[in-house]
C-alpha cells in the first residue's frame, strides 16, 4: 500500500500568516480578542482557539472600546472595517496580502465605473468583502448558468476569489466572450490554490482511491473535492481521521491525501495514520510519498 500526499495540502501562506498574527496577539495583549468571523473553516483550529479565549463574533453590539478584534485573512468589506474602527477596538489585520490585492482591483474597476463580474462563492466572507469594495455593484457568479444568464454588455471586467476553481473559471470566461465586446480578465485565482487543484487534480488519476480532508464549511476543500470526484469515483471527504472507514481503503493499492488550505498539518498526518492502521487490520505493508 502506498500513500501520496498531493503537493501544498494543508495551510497556505495566508492562513499560516493568519494564525501567526493571533498567536502572537495572544501572547501579547491583555484585552478580550475576538476574530471576525472564524479565523479559518477548520472546526479543530477554532476549537484551539476557544481554549485560549479567543472569541469568535460578527455582532458590533458585543465589542467594547479596547477590545481587539483580528480581520481573519479573507479580509472584510470598508463599511465594516470603518464600523470596527468607530468601535474603538484595536484592530489586527490579518487580510491575506493576496486578497488585499484583489479588493485593491475591484475597487479600481469600480471607481473606473466598469461592470464587475466576480466568479465566486456568494456567501463566502471573502466574496462578500469584495463586494463591499466594488461598492455592492458587482455581479457575482457561481456557475455556467448564471453566467449564460446575463445580458449581452459592451464592457465588462471578471475576476475571481482567490480559491475559485481554475476550471470553472475559465469556462465562465469562455461564455462572457459571448456575451462581451470588450471582456478584461484578471485570473485572481491564487498561486497556491492553483498548485494545490493542480496536484490534487493529477494525483486523482493516478491513485485508487482520494481522501480530502478539512472543514466540511471550507469553500477551497469542497473545490478539491469536486475536482477529484471529476476525475476519481473514489473519492472521499472526511473532517477528521475519525471519519475514515474501512470501506475508503478497500482494495486499494495507492491512495491519495489532499487538503484545503485551512487543514492543519497535523489533521494530515493523524490521517496518515489513521489510514496505516486501517491497512495494518487488511496487513497491508504502507510506504508513504509527497507528490
Ligand atoms: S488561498 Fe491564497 S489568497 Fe487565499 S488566503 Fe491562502 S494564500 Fe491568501
Redesign the pocket.
Known sequence: MEIIIAQNSGF????KRALHLTRDTDLKNRSRIFTWGELIHNPQVISDLGKKGIKVTTSLAKLKAGDTVIIR??GISPSIYQALRRKRVKLIDAT????KEIQQKVERLSLAKKEIIIVGDRHHP?TQGLLGYSRHQAIVIENEDEARALPFKKKRAILAQ??QDLQLFGKIVAILTEKTEELSVYNTI?Q??RIRQEATARLASQVDALIIVGGKNSS?TNKLYEISRRRQPRTYFIESPQELTPGMVRETKIIGISGG?STPPEVIKKTVLAINNSCQQNQHQEKVTYD
Open positions: 497556505c501562506y495566508g492562513v485573512s479573507h491575506c496580502p493576496k486578497v471573502e482567490s480559491t491564487c497556491s490554490t477551497n488550505a
